[in-house]
């Protein structure tokens, strides 16, 4: 018998190879989905039943977030009065792994006599939704990441990968910026992070320690010490941003120096780090936070136009708005 850890792996592998093969099927079917799509003029319908339901909902989620105009319709329901909710111009996505459900049997002829062109997702091309269908997506996998090959854990990942990949594509098409992003997520996190800017967070005024680059290393020391902050900003004669010096490479300096009055008399410039990441004010937050991640950093100074100090941005700051 495996493991947990080796179940849990194989679950897990079995599952992105499939991911991989449904990219490498992807053609001009997918585009003319996509196509389709962007041209409905009401809106995308997303329709299936049990697991291909419970996906149905999430990918018209996210396809209402990104800026395409969305609604679930329960298969069954839809049979006793919700296909109320469909309209002329509509697109209607129909998900179904065996593409045979009873319920799509009947819905599928309704919506059809609307004038709703539909999109199968289903993993059977020869199927009475395939067959009765625009459009048809291929989200068939080699076999399911349970071990009796039956309950739908491998088909269930293609459906969603396959819908995200409709969502985004669509979404790019659109040009969908940060700012559009913000109209549906005005609340929680998400909202929050998609208005705030690095000037909204960044340390100002007496909380920065910006020195001349040639002050004395104590100086530096005493800087960070009055501004309460974690490091001090380094400029030249213009000041220009010429680099750094974090509390921890203090520490680290005064550790390996064989004589520390030494050291805290020789120049900030001697130990600074040079060519640092430079955030600017109006930078969202949150692509502020990718760059630090992305640099294994937790903080950087900010600057403007003329690559003067305006402020510094710490992590803690990010962490305190509920970014991280």
């Given at each position: 018998m495996p493991t947990v850890l080796e179940s849990a792996r194989r679950v897990l592998v079995l599952e992105s190879q499939a991911i991989a093969q449904t990219a490498e099927k992807l053609d001009a079917t997918f585009e003319a989905a996509v196509?389709?799509?962007?041209?409905?003029?009401?809106?995308?319908?997303?329709?299936?039943?049990?697991?291909?339901?419970?996906?149905?909902?999430?990918?018209?989620?996210?396809?209402?977030?990104?800026?395409?105009?969305?609604?679930?319709?329960?298969?069954?329901?839809?049979?006793?009065?919700?296909?109320?909710?469909?309209?002329?111009?509509?697109?209607?996505?129909?998900?179904?792994?065996?593409?045979?459900?009873?319920?799509?049997l009947t819905l599928i002829p309704a919506v059809k006599a609307m004038g709703v062109q539909v999109i199968a997702l289903t993993?059977?091309?020869?199927?009475?939704?395939?067959?009765?269908?625009?459009?048809?997506?291929?989200?068939?996998?080699?076999?399911?990441?349970?071990?009796?090959?039956?309950?739908?854990?491998s088909s269930t990942t293609v459906a969603l990968a396959l819908g995200d990949a409709l969502a985004i594509s669509l979404m790019e098409k659109r040009g969908f910026a940060p700012a559009d992003f913000l109209k549906f997520h005005p609340g929680g996190t998400l909202g929050r992070g998609a208005n705030l800017t690095v000037g909204d967070l960044m340390r100002v005024g007496d909380r920065v320690a910006v020195l001349h680059e040639d002050v004395a290393f104590r100086e530096v020391l005493e800087g960070i010490t009055h501004a309460g902050a974690g490091a001090a900003i380094l400029v030249d004669d213009d000041g220009i941003l010429s680099g750094y010096l974090t509390d921890g490479d203090l520490r680290r300096h005064l550790l390996k120096a064989a004589d520390a009055g030494e050291l805290?008399?020789?120049?900030?410039?001697?130990?600074?780090?040079?060519?640092?990441?430079?955030?600017?004010?109006?930078?969202a937050a949150l692509d502020a936070l990718r760059l630090l991640q992305e640099r294994k950093l937790n903080d950087a100074p900010v600057v403007d136009e003329e690559n003067r100090p305006v402020g510094w941005l710490e992590d803690q700051e990010l962490l305190r708005a509920g970014l991280m």
């Amino acid at each position: 018998m495996p493991t947990v850890l080796e179940s849990a792996r194989r679950v897990l592998v079995l599952e992105s190879q499939a991911i991989a093969q449904t990219a490498e099927k992807l053609d001009a079917t997918f585009e003319a989905a996509v196509e389709l799509m962007w041209n409905c003029r009401g809106r995308v319908v997303v329709t299936g039943l049990g697991k291909s339901g419970a996906v149905g909902r999430k990918i018209a989620s996210t396809l209402a977030s990104t800026g395409t105009p969305a609604l679930f319709l329960h298969a069954a329901e839809g049979l006793h009065g919700d296909l109320g909710m469909v309209a002329p111009g509509d697109v209607m996505l129909a998900i179904s792994y065996s593409g045979r459900s009873d319920e799509l049997l009947t819905l599928i002829p309704a919506v059809k006599a609307m004038g709703v062109q539909v999109i199968a997702l289903t993993g059977s091309s020869q199927s009475y939704l395939a067959l009765n269908s625009h459009l048809v997506l291929d989200a068939s996998v080699e076999r399911e990441a349970c071990p009796l090959n039956l309950a739908p854990t491998s088909s269930t990942t293609v459906a969603l990968a396959l819908g995200d990949a409709l969502a985004i594509s669509l979404m790019e098409k659109r040009g969908f910026a940060p700012a559009d992003f913000l109209k549906f997520h005005p609340g929680g996190t998400l909202g929050r992070g998609a208005n705030l800017t690095v000037g909204d967070l960044m340390r100002v005024g007496d909380r920065v320690a910006v020195l001349h680059e040639d002050v004395a290393f104590r100086e530096v020391l005493e800087g960070i010490t009055h501004a309460g902050a974690g490091a001090a900003i380094l400029v030249d004669d213009d000041g220009i941003l010429s680099g750094y010096l974090t509390d921890g490479d203090l520490r680290r300096h005064l550790l390996k120096a064989a004589d520390a009055g030494e050291l805290l008399q020789s120049t900030a410039e001697s130990h600074m780090t040079r060519s640092p990441l430079a955030l600017r004010s109006e930078m969202a937050a949150l692509d502020a936070l990718r760059l630090l991640q992305e640099r294994k950093l937790n903080d950087a100074p900010v600057v403007d136009e003329e690559n003067r100090p305006v402020g510094w941005l710490e992590d803690q700051e990010l962490l305190r708005a509920g970014l991280m």
